[in-house]
């Protein structure tokens, strides 16, 4: 190689390596794509880099335009230089003294779409188009409903939690999150997903009541620029047992009834546990307060009572009887049936008493 193809060669390579420096120097972090609904905002996270140390917002000018003209302004610090459908309409969030350069367009419109570019002007150093990290936005022309979440399992009384939330992209006015239950307590929360994306989350605690169930819960997402959009849901109550009706009225109707025909139950002369074998069979069931009620109230129908899993002998005072039960019928499931079945059985004799 002669002495000026060495010459040649030595200056690409310097001319090479310092455009890689230059290139490496000035830089530009921005998402690709960000979704943007009409009418609302949109604010596109931005930084940068230029060589050398930091200079104050004074001295460093933020520029945004289209891909394909750098002249085509939708920001500009002099405004007269702003494309005509965006004035009014775009600002920077970040100082671009701490190199952020982060975008907001309001009022958002359908040819919003881009894609748009960052560029910079620092004083006593240079300008720098970076059209290769350009951004493209999607256009949405309706919101998208909020996710509802309700618990499976609610019980009356016991404290509930819902959740309602909804993605955005304009966190300087975030959507607002509402509910239509009568006793709204809710809470808000902001959080950063991410690539531009915000959700917002709306926590509805309350105790539910009787009249909650089956009744349909809307959360409602209002967006700047007034957009709506709603999830709807029902809750299904489940009530707790009734302590009057599942004890004391039970309880009471049978001390009632022994009150009231004492010498007539005492005369009673049943066969214990055939009774109870046929009323199994027939498949009948009574609630245990008042089992355990009628239990109480014919003491001398069961006053020896002896049960080892597969026998069990019953008797009346003076008088022994041993029975087999039905197979495969633990004692206290007998009990319980032999118990149940005296109310029916007392109300048919009374029923054809002279």
């Given at each position: 190689m002669d002495v000026q193809g060495r010459h040649t060669f030595y200056w690409l390579f310097i001319i090479a390596i310092s455009g890689f420096v230059f290139a490496e120097e000035w830089q530009v972090s921005v998402v690709s794509e960000i979704n943007a609904l009409v009418a609302s905002c949109v604010v596109v996270p931005c930084t940068f880099k230029y060589?050398?140390?930091?200079?104050?917002?004074?001295?460093?000018?933020?520029?945004?335009?289209?891909?394909?003209?750098?002249?085509?302004?939708?920001y500009h610090d002099d405004k007269f230089k702003i494309k005509d459908t965006f004035k009014e309409r775009t600002q920077l969030l970040g100082s671009?003294?701490?190199?952020?350069?982060?975008?907001e367009i309001n009022r958002v419109?359908?040819?919003?779409?881009g894609p748009f570019c960052f560029r910079t002007e620092v004083q006593d150093l240079d300008k720098y188009s970076f059209v290769k990290n350009c951004i493209d936005i999607h256009i949405v022309e309706h919101p998208k409903a909020p996710e509802l979440h309700t618990p499976e399992s609610i019980t009356e009384d016991t404290p509930i939690v819902l959740k309602c939330s909804v993605i955005h992209t304009c966190p300087s006015h975030p959507p607002s999150l509402t509910w239509n239950h009568r006793n709204e307590h809710s809470k808000m929360h902001h959080k950063n997903i991410g690539h531009g994306n915000w959700e917002v989350e709306s926590i509805l605690?309350?105790?539910?009541?009787?009249?909650?169930?089956?009744k349909e819960i809307t959360c409602t997402a209002t967006f700047?620029?007034?957009?709506?959009?709603?999830?709807?849901?029902?809750?299904?109550i489940k009530t707790k047992p009734d302590l009057i009706q599942t004890?004391?009225?039970?309880?009471?109707?049978?001390?009632?009834?022994?009150?009231?025909?004492?010498?007539?139950?005492?005369?009673?002369?049943?066969?214990?546990?055939r009774m109870m074998a046929a009323e199994h069979h027939k498949g009948r069931h009574t609630h245990p307060g008042l089992a355990s009620a009628l239990a109480i109230c014919w003491p001398a129908q069961l006053v020896a009572v002896i049960s080892d899993g597969n026998s069990a002998e019953f008797g009346e005072q003076g008088r022994d009887v041993s029975r087999t039960p039905p197979q495969q019928t633990p004692f206290p499931r007998l009990l319980l049936l032999f118990c149940s079945s005296r109310v029916p059985i007392v109300n048919e004799s009374?029923?054809?008493?002279?």
């Amino acid at each position: 190689m002669d002495v000026q193809g060495r010459h040649t060669f030595y200056w690409l390579f310097i001319i090479a390596i310092s455009g890689f420096v230059f290139a490496e120097e000035w830089q530009v972090s921005v998402v690709s794509e960000i979704n943007a609904l009409v009418a609302s905002c949109v604010v596109v996270p931005c930084t940068f880099k230029y060589p050398g140390t930091k200079k104050p917002t004074s001295r460093v000018k933020g520029i945004w335009h289209t891909k394909n003209n750098r002249d085509d302004c939708i920001y500009h610090d002099d405004k007269f230089k702003i494309k005509d459908t965006f004035k009014e309409r775009t600002q920077l969030l970040g100082s671009l003294g701490d190199q952020n350069c982060t975008l907001e367009i309001n009022r958002v419109e359908n040819h919003d779409n881009g894609p748009f570019c960052f560029r910079t002007e620092v004083q006593d150093l240079d300008k720098y188009s970076f059209v290769k990290n350009c951004i493209d936005i999607h256009i949405v022309e309706h919101p998208k409903a909020p996710e509802l979440h309700t618990p499976e399992s609610i019980t009356e009384d016991t404290p509930i939690v819902l959740k309602c939330s909804v993605i955005h992209t304009c966190p300087s006015h975030p959507p607002s999150l509402t509910w239509n239950h009568r006793n709204e307590h809710s809470k808000m929360h902001h959080k950063n997903i991410g690539h531009g994306n915000w959700e917002v989350e709306s926590i509805l605690s309350f105790n539910p009541s009787k009249e909650d169930d089956h009744k349909e819960i809307t959360c409602t997402a209002t967006f700047y620029g007034k957009l709506e959009s709603k999830a709807r849901g029902k809750i299904y109550i489940k009530t707790k047992p009734d302590l009057i009706q599942t004890i004391i009225v039970p309880v009471a109707a049978v001390l009632e009834c022994g009150i009231v025909f004492p010498d007539f139950l005492a005369d009673l002369d049943l066969d214990v546990p055939r009774m109870m074998a046929a009323e199994h069979h027939k498949g009948r069931h009574t609630h245990p307060g008042l089992a355990s009620a009628l239990a109480i109230c014919w003491p001398a129908q069961l006053v020896a009572v002896i049960s080892d899993g597969n026998s069990a002998e019953f008797g009346e005072q003076g008088r022994d009887v041993s029975r087999t039960p039905p197979q495969q019928t633990p004692f206290p499931r007998l009990l319980l049936l032999f118990c149940s079945s005296r109310v029916p059985i007392v109300n048919e004799s009374l029923a054809v008493s002279p």
